[in-house]
T-cell receptor
Framework: QQQVKQSPQSLIVQKGGIPIINCAYE??????FPWYQQFPGKGPALLIA?????SEKKEGRFTISFNKSAKQFSLHIMDSQPGDSATYFC???????????FGSGTKLNVKP | GAGVSQSPSNKVTEKGKDVELRCDPI?????LYWYRQSLGQGLEFLIY????????KSGLPSDRFSAERTGGSVSTLTIQRTQQEDSAVYLC??????????FGEGSWLTVV
């Protein structure tokens, strides 16, 4: 059973658009929710993360929205640029295992 | 080193041969993770080390897969009698604090 479900699988937006990627989870013991960005041929890199005691977190053009009651969280990319074209993974983990459960990934293409 | 280092970066092996993949985590990081990523797919958890012990090895696909970590540092993932379905990118990650894991660039394994 997939612990974290991610959608959409792929996304195409025009430059300046606001792509939104959604994730849902079942296990209420999860207490840390990071997003990773992966470029072709590279390992995933941490982009931004949130804990369930806040509903929103912004870092530059990237925003996480978190809905604890719905067990959902999403990534918004403001003023998207072609350089944001990558695969994005959401993840969740719970103390103290340290094990991260990843979503299936969203391939984003930002057209110039 | 400055980041997680993995070797080899690319490996082509014949079906039935054994392979060893090495991970050198960021200095001082106590936790180490192995994930597998098949072409265009998400991240599949394999095993997690805290120090030299592996509290969670639930993701190892079969008894052909094993991993060890020595000195709380370098880890080796061994795949015995490789099969074509083992072809994937094997990603290693490490962390000091649970809430941030850093990935290497992966070892690309092709079984022919």
């Amino acid at each position: 059973q997939q612990q974290v479900k991610q959608s959409p699988q792929s996304l195409i937006v025009q430059k300046g658009g606001i792509p939104i990627i959604n994730c849902a989870y079942e296990n209420t013991a999860f207490d840390y929710f990071p997003w990773y960005q992966q470029f072709p041929g590279k390992g995933p890199a941490l982009l931004i993360a949130i804990r369930p005691d806040v509903s929103e977190k912004k870092e530059g053009r990237f925003t996480i929205s978190f809905n604890k009651s719905a067990k959902q969280f999403s990534l918004h990319i403001m003023d998207s640029q072609p350089g944001d074209s990558a695969t994005y993974f959401c993840a969740a983990s719970k103390d103290p295992s340290g094990k991260f459960y990843f979503g299936s990934g969203t391939k984003l293409n930002v057209k110039p | 080193g400055a980041g997680v280092s993995q070797s080899p970066s690319n490996k082509v092996t014949e079906k039935g041969k054994d392979v060893e993949l090495r991970c050198d985590p960021i200095s001082g990081h106590t936790a180490l993770y192995w994930y597998r990523q098949s072409l265009g797919q998400g991240l599949e958890f394999l095993i997690y080390f805290q120090g030299n012990s592996a509290p969670d090895k639930s993701g190892l696909p079969s008894d052909r897969f094993s991993a060890e970590r020595t000195g709380g540092s370098v880890s080796t993932l061994t795949i015995q009698r490789t099969q074509q379905e083992d072809s994937a990118v094997y990603l290693c990650a490490s962390s000091l604090a649970r809430n941030t894991i850093y990935f290497g660039e992966g070892s690309w394994l092709t079984v022919v």
